[in-house]
Nanobody, 126 residues
């Protein structure tokens, strides 16, 4: 059974850093484009960052550019989201998602993704 799980969330003060991990089981992430999304209380889920299946192309929403970095480790079947200079407005539940595509394209639309993790809470205090 294909599953994703996010780890690494927690409570951090503004300006701090966290690294989220998206770990896959039941499938090889090499063949999948991955996206990180987040949902803050009372708001719709939004795309944060994406990476293509081959790892050559990445996307960042404007509010996280220069602060977040998405990478993938094939050996560990894991995709990471390194978050730095965190702000209170980054507080949300963060989800990773996967869709089968091993090429150089990434997807920013929720509807493009087949598999989702349960999410991990990130709270940034001021």
């Amino acid at each position: 059974e294909e599953q994703l799980v996010e780890t690494g969330g927690g409570l951090v003060t503004a300006g701090g850093s966290l690294m989220l991990s998206c770990i896959a089981s039941g499938f090889t992430m090499d063949d999948y484009a991955i996206g990180w999304f987040r949902q803050a209380p009372g708001k719709e889920r939004e795309v944060v960052s994406c990476i293509s299946g081959d790892g050559t192309n990445t996307y960042y929403t404007n509010s996280v550019k220069g602060r977040f970095t998405i990478t993938r480790d094939k050996a560990k079947n894991t995709v990471y989201l390194q978050m730095s200079s965190l702000k209170p407005e980054d507080t949300a539940v963060y989800f990773c998602a996967a869709t089968y595509y091993s090429g150089d394209y990434y997807y920013t639309s929720e509807g493009s993704y087949s598999y989702w993790g349960p999410g991990t809470q990130v709270t940034v205090s001021s």
